[in-house]
Nanobody
Framework: QLQLVESGGGLVQPGGSLRLSCAPSRFTLDYYAIGWFRQAPGKEREGVSCISRNGDTTDYADSVKGRFTITRDNAKDTVYLQMNSLKPEDTAVYYC?????????????????WGQGTQVTVSS
C-alpha cells in the first residue's frame, strides 16, 4: 500500500508560522499531483492547497490565500506547505494526498493516496 507521511505540525500562537512536509513511503512523487487538506473536529475534510506534478500550477482555498504557500522539491521527493499568519480557525488535522496525474485539484475525491495526518493547533 502506497502511503504518504506528513510532519511539521504542532502548537503555535496566533500569527505564528509552521512548515508542513509530505514525503512518500515506497514510491516517488515524481508522477503525482499533490494536495493538502485539513479536517477540524465536526467538520468535513476540506482542500487547502494543491500543486501540479511539475510544480508549475498551484491553487489555494480562499481562506488561506496570501498566508499559505505550497512548494515541491522533486530532488528531495517532498512537498511543503508553508503556513504563515496562522489563525485559531486553522486548527485541524492536516493531510497530504497524491493523485497520479499532471494537474492538481482541491477536490478530495480525486486523490488516491493519503497520509495519516499531522495536528496543527493555533492557540494562545
Amino acid at each position: 500500500q502506497l502511503q504518504l507521511v506528513e510532519s511539521g505540525g504542532g502548537l503555535v500562537q496566533p500569527g505564528g508560522s509552521l512548515r508542513l512536509s509530505c514525503a512518500p513511503s515506497r514510491f516517488t512523487l515524481d508522477y503525482y499531483a499533490i494536495g493538502w487538506f485539513r479536517q477540524a473536529p465536526g467538520k468535513e475534510r476540506e482542500g487547502v492547497s494543491c500543486i501540479s506534478r511539475n510544480g508549475d500550477t498551484t491553487d489555494y482555498a480562499d481562506s488561506v490565500k496570501g498566508r499559505f504557500t505550497i512548494t515541491r522539491d522533486n530532488a528531495k521527493d517532498t512537498v511543503y506547505l508553508q503556513m504563515n499568519s496562522l489563525k485559531p480557525e486553522d486548527t485541524a488535522v492536516y493531510y497530504c494526498a497524491a493523485v497520479q496525474r499532471r494537474t492538481a485539484t482541491l477536490s478530495r475525491h480525486e486523490y488516491d493516496y493519503w497520509g495519516q495526518g499531522t495536528q496543527v493547533t493555533v492557540s494562545s
